[in-house]
């Protein structure tokens, strides 16, 4: 399973979708594709609206998840037409129904997209609001029964505070669920971390612009920072 934020799809711009930048993307997914890797993705909508921060001025919470969840839904199409685009075939299934322009989410249809090859990505997070779409893409690789879980993100992994902020963080290159939830680091909402732990999902967190890196990762090398009770070669043999 891959996670995607809403904003890797933007590149330099402050807004909206890189075309450049959701085809570098697609690019990259092609590889593991073409390695025979079953490939779930969720992606984010931070980059078109972020229902959390809407709320934050004054919108219904409710109302303003729902918006976020349909910014999801775009960029779900747009990477899809990306990788069509390449030659991968790839389905999306949203949480909400919205018929004309995607399947509704059914486990056992994503399961089959699956077995026959096919990327799919799930669109509007869980269908409920309060939920992040780090807890959404969590719960599907749970239904799914992926072996693993990469978050995309712009820096190299895990930090002990905001890289960006601190230039003094200090990098981490392998943790516990446990420690995660414990130093607050804020690499997934508290929820997403807890379901994970539940069911000892290794997740790993990255740097997408490095080119290869999702191969890279896949492929067994210690790229970023692994977030797992077990030693990510040995579930790998």
Do not use: W
Request: aromatic letters at 6%; one cysteine or more.
């Amino acid at each position: 399973m891959l996670k995607l934020s809403g904003e890797a799809l933007m590149g330099n711009q402050g807004f909206g979708i890189s075309p450049e930048m959701i085809n570098n993307v697609a690019g990259e997914i092609k590889e593991i594709v073409d390695l025979g890797v079953e490939t779930g993705i969720v992606v984010g909508g931070g980059n078109i609206f972020r229902g959390i921060a809407a709320s934050s001025y004054g919108m219904d919470r409710t109302a303003a998840d729902h918006m976020g969840m349909l910014a999801t839904v775009i960029n779900c199409l747009a990477l899809q037409g990306a990788l069509e685009r390449m030659g991968i075939q790839t389905r999306v299934q949203t949480a909400l129904s919205i018929n004309k322009v995607a399947e509704p989410y059914i486990l056992r249809k994503a399961v089959r997209h699956l077995e026959k090859g096919r990327v799919v990505i799930f669109g509007a997070g869980t269908g409920n609001p309060y939920f992040t779409t780090d807890t959404a893409a969590v719960l599907r690789a749970q239904e799914i029964h992926a072996e693993i879980f990469l978050k995309a993100t712009k820096v190299d992994g895990l930090y002990d505070s905001d890289p960006v902020k601190n230039h003094d963080a200090i990098f981490i290159k392998k943790t516990s669920y446990m420690d995660v939830l414990r130093k607050q680091l804020e690499v997934m909402d508290v929820t997403a971390v807890s379901l994970a732990m539940d069911n000892s999902l290794p997740l790993v967190i990255f740097n997408l612009n490095v080119s290869g890196n999702i191969r890279n990762v896949i492929c067994g090398e210690e790229i970023g920072t692994l977030i797992t009770n077990t030693n990510i070669h040995d579930m790998m043999r």
